[in-house]
């Protein structure tokens, strides 16, 4: 009995051991988080009951719970296999309170509007749409999420890095016990993405364990944490500048920021950084910095590769709409394939928020007399167009405020267009243009400036817009020719195939300056083409265009819209690469948004700069009308302005694992492209580095010639070698060439998805010169 006594005390004392640590590590991670002694914080970590919604009949009660790294949910589930499921919080895109989503809105009551929250995710993955006991409980399920992401979105570079190694040691100590034996270590090293011969791994631990008592703690994982987190390429720059005793002076700083960073800088500069980034107060007293202070510095947003002024809105914006690249989306409303993927109000709620500035919807009868949107002959589900609509209003200017122009590809009847028309009008009110802006006929286009806030409609129309200026009105004739976009067909097959299609008369009044015409040629577009009057391209007619007629496409593209969208043939909604089409002056280039690949990398590389607006003003010698410029043949002129790019390639941190096993480990190369006029488009690699991905080191210098860089974009690509198949992608940043910033620079690298990856980055130099 005494026996049985014992056991229970000392299981009792092992609970109570794991439950003090376990409330260490949150106090460690709640401390970082800046979110000490918060009440929803509080509320997350004791987790809750909530109601689960896929349809009208499947509602089933789940456990969610805030795990104790303060990163990660914990969902408890009844599947047999499943039972126990996580999510990241850095995979939350949003959490919207209400019956926001399709899924609530379909399958719950009007009544339940309080109780409901969905939490939207980055990836394709599907919202999880809940139901909270009480609006109360709803409020604070919201209210505390949105404050973590907030938080954890906020965390420095550091303090991201920190957190996460923390809590990769946690997961090493397979007992619980704060200590870590050799196995442990070796886990941990796996978890960090570094694969270590044993060997080396033992004097690794032996080196750290100066007890010698066979395991690390304390002081000792402290110190084992310091070796792998070394940064030895920024000690070697420290050491180069850190001339007086041994530490760094104002004046030390200067010369580096000027010598290496080529930037402009005074004392007044270096002072600012050394009291912001240098940790010991002794130090800062007397206007030095330490190795830890630079190491600080150099991982601040100043430090990016990105110049900070182009994140801002920093380019003219009072140019006529034809002066600037658009970001375009292609069938929008998808969220997978072209032939039998889901239709989804989503679709549009992820373009928008990525900045996409022109949307396209497939308009088709619906039943009850309301028009729906899908792929049409295809097995794409179906949304209804108010729906759309509603969606649309709702996001089109969470991310920009510039206009958005609505793509119609109208298959319906007169009487549905007349609904369509409805909806618009009501749902979009004031917002939606449906007269030129200012007094008389307009002979340009207005600006994307005058233009915030509001949504234009791209289709057919009845008549000219002069017709509104004058006597002449759109009669009783309500038949237009219907321009379907089409699989590869020839010119001649679509026009012996072009039907009639009958216009309302409601719903072409509300075409203002993006009036849908067939293109007959550059001649006759000069000739009888309004500046309003625009044409949709096929990929494969854009392409030879731009290719063989490059520079009569450009003088088009100066006073007039064109749209460029997918061949018909890409039914995995793939895509084709948009730079040949920049370069040619097409402003409207439609891209799948829903497809993760190069193309759409490129397409967010172009677009990230100006404030995430969705509008790059074209160079100068784009706009010209009288421009002679030609991508295919850049003769000498304003847009040659040679430049040699030197990039040395030093070292990446954190890459995540493209194999989620334990055992998997990158073997990392870095790849560098440049895109864009075709002298211009090159590819360099680095070589692969073997099991390392938590801090792979190359130190590999390439040099690239570029002639026209107002056109050009630097893509950095990691992939994971693999010498018996291709390699698979790792992660990846995009800029435009003229956005990057000299010196030594780390990037911030996105996933396949375009997300950010919180921990992991790439640090480089940048030289441009002129060549």
């Given amino acids: 009995m005494a026996c049985v006594r014992r056991q229970s005390e000392l299981s009792r004392s092992q609970e109570l051991f794991q439950h003090a640590r376990s409330q260490k590590v949150i106090q460690t991670n709640v401390k970082l988080l800046g979110l000490e002694g918060d009440p929803d914080l509080q509320f997350l970590l004791q987790g809750g009951d909530l109601l689960k919604v896929r349809s009208r009949s499947w509602k089933k009660t789940r456990f969610l719970q805030l795990q104790e790294d303060c990163k990660t949910m914990y969902r408890k589930s009844d599947k047999l296999f499943k039972s126990h499921q996580t999510f990241p919080i850095d995979d939350i895109s949003s959490v919207r309170i ?170 007044a500069d270096a002072h600012s950084i050394i009291d912001k980034y240098e940790p010991d107060e002794q130090v800062k007293q007397k206007k030095l910095l330490s190795k830890d202070g630079f190491l600080m510095y150099m991982q601040c947003p100043e430090i990016m590769i990105l110049n900070q002024e182009h994140k801002e809105l920093y380019q003219d914006m009072q140019q006529p709409l034809s002066h600037y690249f658009i970001s375009s989306s292609h069938n929008t409303y998808l969220l997978e394939d072209q032939l039998k993927g889901p239709s989804s109000t989503e679709a549009y709620i992820r373009a928008l928020m990525k900045g996409c500035r022109c949307v396209e919807l497939d308009c088709w009868d619906g039943s009850d007399d309301e028009p729906v949107i899908y792929h049409g002959y295809t097995l794409t589900s179906k949304i209804l167009f108010k729906d759309a609509i509603q969606a649309i209003k709702e996001y089109a200017f969470k991310t920009s405020n510039y206009p958005v122009i609505l793509s119609l590809e109208n298959h319906c009847s007169v009487e549905q267009q007349a609904v369509m028309a409805r909806h618009l009008s009501s749902i979009l009110g004031s917002a939606l243009v449906t007269a030129p802006l200012g007094d008389g006929m307009p002979t340009n286009f207005p600006s994307p400036e005058e233009l915030k806030g509001k949504f234009l409609i791209k289709g057919k129309r009845l008549n000219k817009l002069e017709a509104n200026f004058t006597s002449e009105a759109a009669g009783d004739d309500t038949d237009v020719t219907e321009e379907e976009e089409s699989s590869d067909e020839t010119e001649e097959e679509q026009k012996k195939k072009s039907k009639v299609l009958k216009l309302a008369k409601e719903l072409s009044d509300m075409v203002i300056y993006c009036k849908s015409v067939h293109f007959n040629g550059f001649e006759d577009a000069q000739k009888n083409l309004s500046f309003y009057e625009m044409s949709s391209f096929k990929e494969g007619k854009a392409m030879k265009l731009a290719k063989e007629s490059a520079n009569a496409y450009i003088h088009h593209n100066v006073e007039k819209l064109s749209r460029v969208y997918p061949a018909g043939s890409r039914t995995d909604s793939s895509n084709y690469n948009p730079v040949p089409l920049w370069n040619a002056g097409c402003q409207i280039v439609a891209l799948n948004f829903q497809t993760s690949c190069s193309e759409m990398d490129i397409n967010q590389g172009r677009f990230l700069v100006n404030g995430k607006s969705g509008y790059i003003l074209k160079p100068a010698f784009m706009r010209d009308p009288s421009s002679e410029f030609d991508p295919n043949t850049p003769t000498p002129g304003d847009w040659r302005q040679p430049k040699t790019l030197h990039v040395m390639v030093i070292s990446a941190q954190q890459l995540p694992k493209v194999n989620q096993k334990k055992s998997s480990i990158v073997d990392p190369l870095v790849k560098v492209e440049i895109y864009g006029v075709p002298d211009d488009m090159a590819v360099k690699e680095t070589t692969a580095i073997e099991n390392n991905g938590f801090n792979p080191s190359w130190n590999e210098s390439f040099q690239f010639g570029v002639s026209v860089p107002e056109l050009a974009l630097v893509r950095f690509v990691i992939e994971d070698y693999d010498s018996a198949s291709s390699n698979e992608f790792v992660a990846q940043y995009t800029l435009p060439f003229t956005s990057l910033k000299m010196g030594y620079r780390n990037m911030p690298l996105l996933n396949r998805n375009g997300d950010l990856l919180p921990s992991a980055g790439l640090f480089v130099h940048i030289m441009v010169l002129n060549a």
């Fill in 98 to 267: 209400g019956r926001q989503s399709e899924g609530l809105k379909k399958n719950t009551e009007e009544q339940l509007e309080s109780r409901c929250f969905s939490i939207v995710f980055k990836s394709r993955r599907k919202n999880l749409d809940l139901i909270a006991s009480s609006h109360e409980e709803a409020k604070q399920w919201v209210r505390g999420l949105e404050k973590l992401l907030s938080n954890v979105n906020n965390l420095s570079r550091q303090e991201t890095r920190e957190h996460w190694i923390f809590n990769c040691l946690k997961k090493a100590d397979k007992d619980k016990d704060e200590k870590l034996n050799l196995s442990e270590v070796k886990s941990f090293l796996r978890l960090i993405n570094i694969e270590m011969d044993d060997s080396y791994a033992e004097v690794l631990f032996q080196n750290c364990d100066k007890s010698k008592s066979g395991y690390l703690s304390g002081q000792e994982i402290k110190e084992l944490y310091d070796l792998l987190s070394q940064r030895v390429e920024i000690d070697v720059i420290y050491q180069e500048y850190a001339k007086t005793t041994g530490f760094m002076s104002a004046h030390n700083l200067v010369e580096f920021l000027m010598t290496e960073q080529r930037e402009r800088a005074s004392l």
